[in-house]
Protein backbone atom coordinates (compact mmCIF):
# COMPACT_ATOMS: atom_id res chain seq x y z
CA UNK A 1 0.00 0.00 0.00
CA UNK A 2 1.41 3.34 -1.04
CA UNK A 3 1.41 5.70 2.05
CA UNK A 4 0.42 9.47 2.22
CA UNK A 5 3.52 11.56 2.38
CA UNK A 6 5.47 8.64 -0.01
CA UNK A 7 4.69 10.26 -3.22
CA UNK A 8 7.74 11.41 -4.99
CA UNK A 9 6.45 12.59 -8.64
CA UNK A 10 6.93 16.00 -9.83
CA UNK A 11 4.85 18.23 -7.82
CA UNK A 12 4.34 16.11 -4.43
CA UNK A 13 6.12 17.76 -1.74
CA UNK A 14 7.00 14.07 -0.46
CA UNK A 15 5.83 15.81 3.37
CA UNK A 16 3.19 14.53 5.57
CA UNK A 17 1.05 17.06 4.11
CA UNK A 18 0.42 15.05 0.62
CA UNK A 19 -0.68 16.90 -2.35
CA UNK A 20 0.56 20.42 -4.14
CA UNK A 21 2.78 23.08 -2.19
CA UNK A 22 -0.44 25.05 -0.85
CA UNK A 23 1.36 28.11 -0.72
CA UNK A 24 1.04 27.61 -4.91
CA UNK A 25 -2.87 27.72 -4.56
CA UNK A 26 -4.42 31.01 -6.04
CA UNK A 27 -8.00 31.08 -5.54
CA UNK A 28 -10.21 31.84 -8.50
CA UNK A 29 -6.49 31.00 -10.47
CA UNK A 30 -5.85 35.05 -10.18
CA UNK A 31 -2.86 35.51 -11.65
CA UNK A 32 -1.99 31.82 -12.94
CA UNK A 33 -1.09 31.95 -16.27
CA UNK A 34 -3.27 28.82 -17.29
CA UNK A 35 -2.42 29.07 -21.22
CA UNK A 36 -0.60 30.62 -23.94
CA UNK A 37 -2.90 32.45 -26.06
CA UNK A 38 -2.06 34.63 -29.16
CA UNK A 39 -5.96 36.28 -29.93
CA UNK A 40 -6.54 38.94 -27.18
CA UNK A 41 -4.33 41.52 -24.95
CA UNK A 42 -5.32 43.55 -21.67
CA UNK A 43 -3.89 45.94 -20.28
CA UNK A 44 -6.00 46.36 -16.95
CA UNK A 45 -3.93 49.72 -16.02
CA UNK A 46 -3.77 51.74 -19.47
CA UNK A 47 -7.88 50.27 -20.19
CA UNK A 48 -6.08 48.97 -23.30
CA UNK A 49 -8.10 45.60 -25.00
CA UNK A 50 -6.50 44.24 -28.51
CA UNK A 51 -7.85 41.68 -30.63
CA UNK A 52 -4.70 40.21 -32.75
CA UNK A 53 -2.67 43.18 -32.04
CA UNK A 54 -5.42 45.42 -33.39
CA UNK A 55 -7.21 48.10 -31.13
CA UNK A 56 -10.74 46.77 -30.25
CA UNK A 57 -11.94 50.52 -30.21
CA UNK A 58 -10.62 50.71 -33.69
CA UNK A 59 -12.72 47.58 -34.55
CA UNK A 60 -15.52 48.64 -33.46
CA UNK A 61 -15.60 51.76 -35.25
CA UNK A 62 -14.41 50.68 -38.64
CA UNK A 63 -14.76 46.97 -38.99
CA UNK A 64 -17.83 44.65 -38.86
CA UNK A 65 -18.68 41.60 -36.46
CA UNK A 66 -18.35 38.93 -38.75
CA UNK A 67 -14.74 40.58 -40.47
CA UNK A 68 -13.75 41.19 -36.34
CA UNK A 69 -14.91 37.12 -35.80
CA UNK A 70 -12.57 36.04 -38.84
CA UNK A 71 -9.86 38.06 -37.50
CA UNK A 72 -9.97 36.16 -34.14
CA UNK A 73 -10.56 32.65 -35.12
CA UNK A 74 -7.86 32.87 -38.16
CA UNK A 75 -5.40 35.44 -36.64
CA UNK A 76 -5.12 38.14 -39.56
CA UNK A 77 -8.07 40.40 -41.20
CA UNK A 78 -9.67 39.10 -44.34
CA UNK A 79 -8.55 40.01 -47.63
CA UNK A 80 -12.06 41.29 -49.31
CA UNK A 81 -12.98 37.75 -51.36
CA UNK A 82 -12.23 35.61 -48.18
CA UNK A 83 -14.72 38.07 -46.10
CA UNK A 84 -17.12 37.92 -48.67
CA UNK A 85 -17.22 34.09 -49.24
CA UNK A 86 -17.08 34.00 -45.05
CA UNK A 87 -20.40 36.42 -44.83
CA UNK A 88 -22.10 34.11 -47.95
CA UNK A 89 -21.76 31.18 -45.80
CA UNK A 90 -22.67 32.39 -42.88
CA UNK A 91 -25.88 34.17 -44.56
CA UNK A 92 -25.97 30.01 -46.05
CA UNK A 93 -26.29 28.20 -42.44
CA UNK A 94 -28.54 31.18 -40.92
CA UNK A 95 -31.65 28.51 -41.12
CA UNK A 96 -31.95 25.87 -38.10
CA UNK A 97 -33.59 22.51 -38.59
CA UNK A 98 -37.11 22.48 -38.05
CA UNK A 99 -36.39 19.70 -35.05
CA UNK A 100 -34.42 21.93 -33.52
CA UNK A 101 -37.42 24.77 -33.45
CA UNK A 102 -39.60 21.78 -32.68
CA UNK A 103 -37.55 20.88 -29.27
CA UNK A 104 -37.68 24.61 -28.43
CA UNK A 105 -41.38 25.25 -28.43
CA UNK A 106 -41.22 21.99 -25.72
CA UNK A 107 -39.06 24.47 -23.69
CA UNK A 108 -40.93 25.63 -20.56
CA UNK A 109 -41.51 29.35 -22.04
CA UNK A 110 -40.23 30.97 -18.44
CA UNK A 111 -36.98 29.47 -18.34
CA UNK A 112 -34.40 32.07 -19.00
CA UNK A 113 -32.93 32.20 -22.94
CA UNK A 114 -29.74 31.79 -21.47
CA UNK A 115 -30.74 27.97 -20.64
CA UNK A 116 -32.84 27.69 -24.03
CA UNK A 117 -29.30 28.72 -25.78
CA UNK A 118 -27.55 26.43 -24.32
CA UNK A 119 -29.54 23.35 -24.88
CA UNK A 120 -29.96 24.44 -28.70
CA UNK A 121 -26.44 25.42 -28.87
CA UNK A 122 -25.73 21.47 -27.70
CA UNK A 123 -28.53 20.04 -29.86
CA UNK A 124 -26.52 21.06 -32.53
CA UNK A 125 -23.72 18.27 -32.33
CA UNK A 126 -26.63 15.59 -32.66
CA UNK A 127 -27.34 16.92 -35.84
CA UNK A 128 -23.50 17.66 -37.03
CA UNK A 129 -22.16 14.88 -35.43
CA UNK A 130 -18.74 14.01 -37.89
CA UNK A 131 -15.91 15.39 -36.20
CA UNK A 132 -12.62 16.05 -37.51
CA UNK A 133 -10.73 18.09 -35.84
CA UNK A 134 -7.52 17.86 -37.27
CA UNK A 135 -9.36 19.08 -40.52
CA UNK A 136 -8.93 22.64 -41.23
CA UNK A 137 -12.16 22.67 -44.12
CA UNK A 138 -14.02 21.06 -40.73
CA UNK A 139 -13.19 23.94 -38.47
CA UNK A 140 -14.16 26.49 -41.08
CA UNK A 141 -17.76 24.77 -41.30
CA UNK A 142 -18.37 24.40 -37.57
CA UNK A 143 -17.12 28.31 -37.00
CA UNK A 144 -19.43 28.92 -39.92
CA UNK A 145 -22.40 26.95 -38.72
CA UNK A 146 -21.96 28.11 -34.99
CA UNK A 147 -21.99 32.09 -36.02
CA UNK A 148 -24.41 31.66 -38.24
CA UNK A 149 -27.01 29.68 -35.64
CA UNK A 150 -26.50 31.16 -32.21
CA UNK A 151 -28.49 34.31 -33.09
CA UNK A 152 -31.36 32.49 -34.94
CA UNK A 153 -31.78 30.28 -31.94
CA UNK A 154 -31.89 33.28 -29.76
CA UNK A 155 -34.43 34.80 -31.82
CA UNK A 156 -36.62 31.70 -32.30
CA UNK A 157 -37.05 31.43 -28.39
CA UNK A 158 -37.94 34.83 -27.82
CA UNK A 159 -40.51 34.48 -30.64
CA UNK A 160 -41.70 30.85 -28.97
CA UNK A 161 -42.04 31.84 -25.74
CA UNK A 162 -44.33 34.48 -26.47
CA UNK A 163 -46.35 31.90 -28.64
CA UNK A 164 -45.49 32.90 -32.18
CA UNK A 165 -43.63 31.04 -35.24
CA UNK A 166 -40.04 32.15 -35.42
CA UNK A 167 -39.35 34.27 -38.69
CA UNK A 168 -36.92 32.87 -40.91
CA UNK A 169 -33.60 35.41 -41.38
CA UNK A 170 -33.44 37.50 -44.25
CA UNK A 171 -31.11 36.63 -46.42
CA UNK A 172 -30.71 40.15 -47.79
CA UNK A 173 -29.83 41.87 -44.38
CA UNK A 174 -25.97 41.86 -42.77
CA UNK A 175 -25.46 39.58 -39.37
CA UNK A 176 -26.85 42.58 -36.65
CA UNK A 177 -29.29 43.54 -39.06
CA UNK A 178 -30.65 40.33 -39.87
CA UNK A 179 -30.86 39.10 -36.06
CA UNK A 180 -32.60 42.54 -34.97
CA UNK A 181 -35.18 41.64 -38.24
CA UNK A 182 -35.70 38.05 -36.65
CA UNK A 183 -36.35 39.55 -33.18
CA UNK A 184 -39.58 41.99 -34.40
CA UNK A 185 -39.99 40.93 -38.08
CA UNK A 186 -39.31 45.04 -39.11
CA UNK A 187 -36.57 45.60 -40.78
CA UNK A 188 -33.97 48.01 -37.45
CA UNK A 189 -32.81 51.58 -38.42
CA UNK A 190 -29.55 51.51 -40.16
CA UNK A 191 -27.95 53.25 -36.98
CA UNK A 192 -29.34 50.42 -34.85
CA UNK A 193 -27.66 47.76 -36.71
CA UNK A 194 -25.13 49.32 -36.88
CA UNK A 195 -24.60 50.13 -32.88
CA UNK A 196 -25.66 46.34 -32.58
CA UNK A 197 -22.81 45.27 -34.76
CA UNK A 198 -20.70 47.08 -32.82
CA UNK A 199 -21.06 46.01 -29.41
CA UNK A 200 -20.97 42.84 -31.05
CA UNK A 201 -17.03 43.50 -31.95
CA UNK A 202 -16.51 45.04 -27.99
CA UNK A 203 -17.90 41.53 -26.33
CA UNK A 204 -16.67 39.01 -29.09
CA UNK A 205 -13.19 38.30 -27.06
CA UNK A 206 -11.62 39.04 -23.62
CA UNK A 207 -8.92 36.61 -23.03
CA UNK A 208 -9.11 33.73 -20.70
CA UNK A 209 -12.08 34.98 -18.54
CA UNK A 210 -14.25 32.38 -17.22
CA UNK A 211 -16.69 31.23 -20.16
CA UNK A 212 -13.61 31.18 -22.37
CA UNK A 213 -11.80 29.00 -19.77
CA UNK A 214 -14.95 26.46 -19.98
CA UNK A 215 -14.79 26.57 -23.49
CA UNK A 216 -10.34 25.40 -23.44
CA UNK A 217 -11.00 23.09 -20.64
CA UNK A 218 -14.15 21.34 -23.11
CA UNK A 219 -11.92 21.88 -26.03
CA UNK A 220 -9.03 20.19 -24.24
CA UNK A 221 -10.90 16.85 -24.21
CA UNK A 222 -11.73 17.22 -28.43
CA UNK A 223 -15.20 16.81 -28.12
CA UNK A 224 -17.10 18.44 -30.73
CA UNK A 225 -17.40 22.53 -30.91
CA UNK A 226 -20.84 22.31 -29.73
CA UNK A 227 -20.40 21.20 -26.74
CA UNK A 228 -17.67 23.60 -26.56
CA UNK A 229 -19.71 26.62 -27.06
CA UNK A 230 -22.46 25.13 -24.93
CA UNK A 231 -20.26 24.73 -22.01
CA UNK A 232 -18.99 28.25 -22.20
CA UNK A 233 -23.04 29.54 -22.62
CA UNK A 234 -23.35 27.71 -19.32
CA UNK A 235 -20.67 29.40 -17.74
CA UNK A 236 -21.91 32.74 -19.28
CA UNK A 237 -25.21 33.00 -17.67
CA UNK A 238 -23.95 33.61 -13.64
CA UNK A 239 -24.51 36.95 -12.51
CA UNK A 240 -20.97 37.38 -12.14
CA UNK A 241 -20.02 36.81 -15.44
CA UNK A 242 -21.86 37.50 -18.54
CA UNK A 243 -25.31 37.89 -16.61
CA UNK A 244 -24.56 41.11 -14.49
CA UNK A 245 -25.86 43.35 -17.54
CA UNK A 246 -29.75 42.00 -16.98
CA UNK A 247 -28.48 42.23 -13.06
CA UNK A 248 -27.49 46.19 -13.51
CA UNK A 249 -30.93 47.31 -14.78
CA UNK A 250 -32.65 45.56 -12.15
CA UNK A 251 -30.03 47.49 -9.82
CA UNK A 252 -30.76 50.97 -11.21
CA UNK A 253 -34.57 50.21 -11.23
CA UNK A 254 -34.35 49.21 -7.65
CA UNK A 255 -32.33 52.67 -6.90
CA UNK A 256 -35.06 54.76 -8.86
CA UNK A 257 -33.88 58.25 -8.88
CA UNK A 258 -31.05 60.47 -8.87
CA UNK A 259 -31.41 61.42 -5.57
CA UNK A 260 -31.08 57.83 -3.98
CA UNK A 261 -27.76 57.08 -5.63
CA UNK A 262 -25.90 57.98 -2.34
CA UNK A 263 -28.01 56.03 0.03
CA UNK A 264 -28.16 53.38 -1.76
CA UNK A 265 -24.40 53.05 -2.62
CA UNK A 266 -23.55 53.46 0.56
CA UNK A 267 -25.81 51.36 2.65
CA UNK A 268 -25.09 48.32 -0.63
CA UNK A 269 -21.54 48.99 0.41
CA UNK A 270 -22.20 48.90 3.95
CA UNK A 271 -23.73 45.36 3.60
CA UNK A 272 -21.01 44.44 1.48
CA UNK A 273 -22.86 43.96 -1.56
CA UNK A 274 -21.38 43.77 -5.17
CA UNK A 275 -22.16 46.62 -7.27
CA UNK A 276 -23.34 44.96 -10.51
CA UNK A 277 -21.59 46.39 -14.05
CA UNK A 278 -18.45 47.57 -11.73
CA UNK A 279 -14.90 45.64 -11.19
CA UNK A 280 -12.88 43.20 -13.19
CA UNK A 281 -10.43 41.17 -12.15
CA UNK A 282 -8.25 42.60 -15.20
CA UNK A 283 -9.11 46.00 -15.10
CA UNK A 284 -8.21 48.71 -12.78
CA UNK A 285 -9.62 51.62 -14.50
CA UNK A 286 -12.87 52.21 -16.33
CA UNK A 287 -13.32 48.97 -18.77
CA UNK A 288 -12.16 50.65 -22.51
CA UNK A 289 -15.56 48.97 -23.83
CA UNK A 290 -17.88 50.46 -21.20
CA UNK A 291 -16.43 53.42 -22.56
CA UNK A 292 -17.16 53.24 -26.08
CA UNK A 293 -20.84 51.71 -25.07
CA UNK A 294 -21.47 54.64 -22.72
CA UNK A 295 -20.95 56.83 -26.00
CA UNK A 296 -22.86 54.57 -28.34
CA UNK A 297 -25.55 55.41 -25.66
CA UNK A 298 -25.93 58.67 -26.38
CA UNK A 299 -25.54 58.35 -30.02
CA UNK A 300 -28.99 56.07 -29.54
CA UNK A 301 -30.63 58.32 -26.92
CA UNK A 302 -29.82 61.43 -29.30
CA UNK A 303 -31.65 59.70 -32.72
CA UNK A 304 -34.81 57.70 -30.33
CA UNK A 305 -35.34 59.83 -27.43
CA UNK A 306 -33.12 60.04 -23.90
CA UNK A 307 -33.76 57.65 -21.49
CA UNK A 308 -33.57 59.04 -17.68
CA UNK A 309 -32.62 56.03 -16.52
CA UNK A 310 -28.77 56.77 -18.39
CA UNK A 311 -29.07 60.08 -15.83
CA UNK A 312 -29.09 57.50 -12.66
CA UNK A 313 -26.40 55.42 -13.68
CA UNK A 314 -23.92 58.40 -14.56
CA UNK A 315 -24.50 59.64 -11.04
CA UNK A 316 -24.01 56.06 -9.67
CA UNK A 317 -20.75 55.74 -11.42
CA UNK A 318 -19.49 59.73 -10.54
CA UNK A 319 -20.69 58.54 -6.44
CA UNK A 320 -18.79 54.96 -7.10
CA UNK A 321 -15.71 56.54 -8.18
CA UNK A 322 -15.50 58.02 -4.54
CA UNK A 323 -16.37 54.97 -2.51
CA UNK A 324 -14.49 52.20 -5.27
CA UNK A 325 -12.34 54.22 -7.04
CA UNK A 326 -9.66 54.21 -4.78
CA UNK A 327 -9.46 50.29 -4.84
CA UNK A 328 -9.70 50.08 -8.53
CA UNK A 329 -12.91 49.17 -8.83
CA UNK A 330 -14.89 51.44 -11.95
CA UNK A 331 -17.52 50.46 -14.98
CA UNK A 332 -17.39 47.14 -16.43
CA UNK A 333 -18.65 46.24 -20.23
CA UNK A 334 -21.77 45.24 -18.56
CA UNK A 335 -22.70 48.66 -16.97
CA UNK A 336 -23.87 50.49 -20.25
CA UNK A 337 -24.38 47.59 -22.27
CA UNK A 338 -27.84 47.13 -21.19
CA UNK A 339 -28.97 51.05 -21.47
CA UNK A 340 -27.73 50.20 -25.03
CA UNK A 341 -29.80 47.02 -25.92
CA UNK A 342 -32.82 48.71 -23.87
CA UNK A 343 -33.00 51.47 -26.46
CA UNK A 344 -33.00 49.23 -29.07
CA UNK A 345 -36.22 47.49 -28.02
CA UNK A 346 -34.36 44.55 -26.97
CA UNK A 347 -36.15 42.44 -23.66
CA UNK A 348 -33.85 42.69 -20.55
CA UNK A 349 -33.62 38.63 -20.46
CA UNK A 350 -32.25 38.46 -24.09
CA UNK A 351 -29.11 41.18 -23.00
CA UNK A 352 -26.78 37.57 -21.89
CA UNK A 353 -27.95 35.58 -25.40
CA UNK A 354 -26.78 38.87 -27.32
CA UNK A 355 -23.25 38.49 -25.02
CA UNK A 356 -23.12 35.07 -26.37
CA UNK A 357 -23.88 35.60 -29.90
CA UNK A 358 -20.63 37.79 -29.84
CA UNK A 359 -18.41 36.24 -27.24
CA UNK A 360 -19.52 32.61 -29.77
CA UNK A 361 -16.28 34.24 -32.33
CA UNK A 362 -14.15 34.57 -28.87
CA UNK A 363 -14.73 30.78 -27.79
CA UNK A 364 -14.39 29.45 -31.10
CA UNK A 365 -11.24 31.24 -32.01
CA UNK A 366 -9.84 29.69 -28.46
CA UNK A 367 -11.42 26.33 -29.44
CA UNK A 368 -9.47 26.13 -32.53
CA UNK A 369 -6.19 27.58 -30.73
CA UNK A 370 -6.57 24.69 -28.37
CA UNK A 371 -6.52 22.09 -30.99
CA UNK A 372 -3.32 23.43 -32.21
CA UNK A 373 -1.60 22.83 -29.34
CA UNK A 374 -3.54 20.40 -27.06
CA UNK A 375 -2.90 19.22 -23.87
CA UNK A 376 -5.96 17.99 -21.68
CA UNK A 377 -6.94 20.39 -18.93
CA UNK A 378 -6.29 18.53 -15.49
CA UNK A 379 -5.39 20.55 -12.74
CA UNK A 380 -4.46 19.29 -9.27
CA UNK A 381 -6.38 20.37 -6.15
CA UNK A 382 -5.08 21.15 -2.11
CA UNK A 383 -7.59 18.01 -0.08
CA UNK A 384 -9.08 19.43 2.44
CA UNK A 385 -11.41 16.45 3.20
CA UNK A 386 -11.30 13.58 5.77
CA UNK A 387 -7.98 11.48 5.82
CA UNK A 388 -9.18 7.51 5.02
CA UNK A 389 -12.01 6.62 7.03
CA UNK A 390 -13.58 2.94 7.68
CA UNK A 391 -16.97 2.25 6.43
CA UNK A 392 -19.61 1.62 9.18
CA UNK A 393 -22.62 -0.35 8.10
CA UNK A 394 -25.99 1.41 8.81
CA UNK A 395 -27.17 -0.08 11.54
CA UNK A 396 -23.86 1.41 13.24
CA UNK A 397 -23.96 4.96 12.38
N1 LIG B 1 -18.96 46.15 -5.92
C1 LIG B 1 -18.43 46.32 -4.68
N2 LIG B 1 -17.24 45.79 -4.31
C2 LIG B 1 -16.59 45.07 -5.23
C3 LIG B 1 -17.07 44.88 -6.53
C4 LIG B 1 -18.30 45.46 -6.87
N3 LIG B 1 -18.85 45.30 -8.07
N4 LIG B 1 -16.21 44.14 -7.23
C5 LIG B 1 -15.19 43.85 -6.39
N5 LIG B 1 -15.44 44.43 -5.18
C6 LIG B 1 -14.57 44.36 -3.99
C7 LIG B 1 -14.84 43.05 -3.25
O1 LIG B 1 -15.86 43.21 -2.30
C8 LIG B 1 -13.49 42.80 -2.63
O2 LIG B 1 -13.33 43.66 -1.53
P1 LIG B 1 -12.51 43.20 -0.23
O3 LIG B 1 -11.10 43.01 -0.73
O4 LIG B 1 -12.67 44.36 0.70
O5 LIG B 1 -13.13 41.93 0.23
C9 LIG B 1 -12.51 43.25 -3.71
O6 LIG B 1 -13.21 44.27 -4.43
C10 LIG B 1 -12.08 42.15 -4.65
O7 LIG B 1 -13.27 41.57 -5.19
P2 LIG B 1 -13.34 40.13 -5.80
O8 LIG B 1 -14.76 39.71 -5.94
O9 LIG B 1 -12.42 39.22 -5.05
O10 LIG B 1 -12.70 40.41 -7.23
P3 LIG B 1 -12.65 39.38 -8.40
O11 LIG B 1 -11.54 39.79 -9.27
O12 LIG B 1 -12.67 37.99 -7.88
O13 LIG B 1 -14.08 39.59 -9.12
C11 LIG B 1 -15.81 40.43 -10.42
C12 LIG B 1 -14.29 40.30 -10.26
C13 LIG B 1 -16.47 39.05 -10.29
C14 LIG B 1 -16.12 40.96 -11.80
C15 LIG B 1 -16.35 41.37 -9.33
O14 LIG B 1 -15.81 42.67 -9.52
C16 LIG B 1 -17.86 41.43 -9.29
O15 LIG B 1 -18.49 40.57 -8.68
N6 LIG B 1 -18.49 42.45 -9.97
C17 LIG B 1 -19.93 42.56 -10.01
C18 LIG B 1 -20.49 41.63 -11.06
C19 LIG B 1 -20.17 42.09 -12.45
O16 LIG B 1 -20.35 43.23 -12.82
N7 LIG B 1 -19.72 41.12 -13.28
C20 LIG B 1 -19.39 41.36 -14.68
C21 LIG B 1 -17.91 41.35 -14.89
S1 LIG B 1 -17.51 41.66 -16.57
C22 LIG B 1 -17.85 40.21 -17.34
O17 LIG B 1 -17.74 39.16 -16.79
C23 LIG B 1 -18.29 40.25 -18.69
Same mark, same amino acid.
Given at each position: ?56 ? $? ?5 ? +? ?22 ? !???? =? ?13 ? *? ?9 ? @? ?6 ? +? ?16 ? #? ?14 ? #????? *??? *? ?52 ? $? %??? @? ?12 ? =? ?11 ? !? ?14 ? @? ?6 ? +? ?27 ? %? ?5 ? #? #? ?5 ? $? ?27 ? +? ?5 ? @? ?6 ? =? ?11 ? *????? $? ?13
Amino acid at each position: MVERGSDSRPGRSGSAAAGPDQSLYRPGLEGVPATQSAICDIDGHLGQLTYRGYDAA $TLAARSS +FLETAFLLVWGELPTADQLEQFEQ !EVQM =HRRVSFRIRDMMKSF *PSQGHPMDALQ @ASAASLGL +FYSRRALDNPEYIYGAVV #RLLAKIPTMVAAFQLI #RKGQD *PIQ *PRDDLPYAANFLYMLTEREPDPLAARILDACLILHAEHSLNASTFSARVTASTL $T %DPY @AVVASAVGTLAGPL =HGGANEDVLTMLE !EIGSEDRVELWLDRAI @ANRQKIMG +FGHREYKVKDPRAVILQRLAEELFERFGH %DPMYDLA #R #RLEEIAA $TRLGPKGIYPNVDFYSGLVYRKLGIPCDL +FTPIFAI @ARTAGWLA =HWKEQLGANRIFR *PSQIY $TGCAHRDWQPLEAR
